[in-house]
């Protein structure tokens, strides 16, 4: 088992990330290389920059790679506001995944509580 397994805020980005895969297999088929490839994209950056980030020796690098996450997580936000706006996901599903992005919280608390463990 690599570390980063390990960390509660990896195994909730890893959630989300199959949860996008699963919606925006349903975007239309032009939306297949933009908007649905650019979400998958971004989220599969939130959750790859956590384990890149374990992999590094020092704290500064490790924390660098948590503090770029957020934003990548940001950006497919925006992107979910953009398929709402679109009417390519109903207002519930928009509603539980934006709920579910609300992780930057655990981020917070990631980087304060793995600090000390380095």
């Not at 503090?67 to 497919?76: F, K």
């Amino acid at each position: 088992m690599y570390g980063f397994e390990r960390f509660e805020v990896w195994q909730k980005v890893r959630n989300f990330v199959k949860e996008i895969y699963e919606i925006t297999k349903a975007y239309l088929e032009e939306e297949k290389f933009g908007l649905a490839q650019h979400t998958r994209k971004s989220a599969v950056s939130t959750l790859s920059s956590i384990a890149e980030g374990s992999s590094r020796f020092s704290k500064t690098d490790f924390m660098r790679y948590i503090q770029i996450s957020p934003g990548s997580l940001y950006e497919t936000v925006t992107q979910l506001f953009i398929a709402l706006d679109n009417e390519f996901l109903t207002k519930q599903t928009f509603d539980k995944l934006y709920s579910e992005s609300e992780l930057p919280k655990c981020f917070v608390i990631f980087q304060n509580h793995n600090l000390n463990k380095l």
